[in-house]
């Protein structure tokens, strides 16, 4: 299995360079990202996993106490819902960890040609902090609905409230990240469009 993902690596850096040398800016970085996520997912995801489980866990561990709507054993990744006749233990598994949107969001900024190297990487690191911080709002939400509301309303508030808040953030991130940028750095003619 091994062999056979080094190989696929080799050829999408080889295919990589060939639309690189011939310019083909859009099939470079549609490859590229697809590329990058897919590998990463394979590759990063299950060594990333655990680490933003434990976390999100105790960040937001950190706001349950505060509030006192509920506790965090981040060690295990599971969050602590009691209040009333509610009894909830949520345990941040692989879609709450928010390792899919990071991997996702880095992709398309890997390849995104409008910025440096240097303000990818820096981009890289605030946009992937603001997923993180994100994805912690969302299960806070989730468990303030659930705490609020009953166990009734758990499936509506993770489903619906938590994803319809992180997904509307995500947006925003993505629009100031990339499609902001490209209309403020676009060039039309001999005219350059800058913040200046």
Same mark, same amino acid.
């Given at each position: ?6 190989? !696929?690596?080799?050829?999408?850096? =080889? ?10 800016? %859009? ?5 590229? *990202? ?37 506790? *965090? ?20 598994? !692989? ?15 890997? !390849?995104?040609?409008? =910025? ?8 890289? %690191? ?5 997923? !993180? ?13 659930? =705490? ?49």
């Amino acid at each position: 299995m091994r062999i056979i993902l080094i190989l !696929f690596i080799l050829l999408w850096i =080889y295919i990589l360079s060939v639309l690189y040398r011939s310019k083909n800016s %859009f099939f470079y970085y549609l490859v590229g *990202s697809v590329g990058l996520f897919t590998f990463s997912m394979i590759i990063i995801e299950p060594f990333a996993v655990p680490i933003l489980q434990k976390n999100v866990a105790a960040v937001a561990g950190v706001i349950g106490d505060l509030t006192g709507i509920y506790s *965090s054993y981040f060690n295990s990744g599971i969050l602590f819902i009691s209040h009333n006749a509610t009894n909830l233990s949520l345990f941040i598994d !692989f879609e709450c960890s928010g390792v899919i949107e990071i991997i996702a969001f880095i992709s398309l900024l890997a !390849f995104f040609g409008i =910025y440096d190297i240097y303000e990818r990487v820096i981009i890289g %690191f605030v946009g992937t902090i603001m997923i !993180f911080v994100f994805n912690v709002l969302r299960i806070f939400i989730i468990c303030i609905s659930v =705490y609020i509301g009953g166990m009734n309303i758990y499936f509506v508030a993770h489903t619906i409230i938590g994803r319809l808040f992180f997904y509307v953030c995500t947006v925003f991130l993505y629009f100031y990240v990339f499609t902001k940028s490209q209309i403020i750095r676009q060039k039309l003619g001999g005219i350059k469009h800058d913040n200046t």
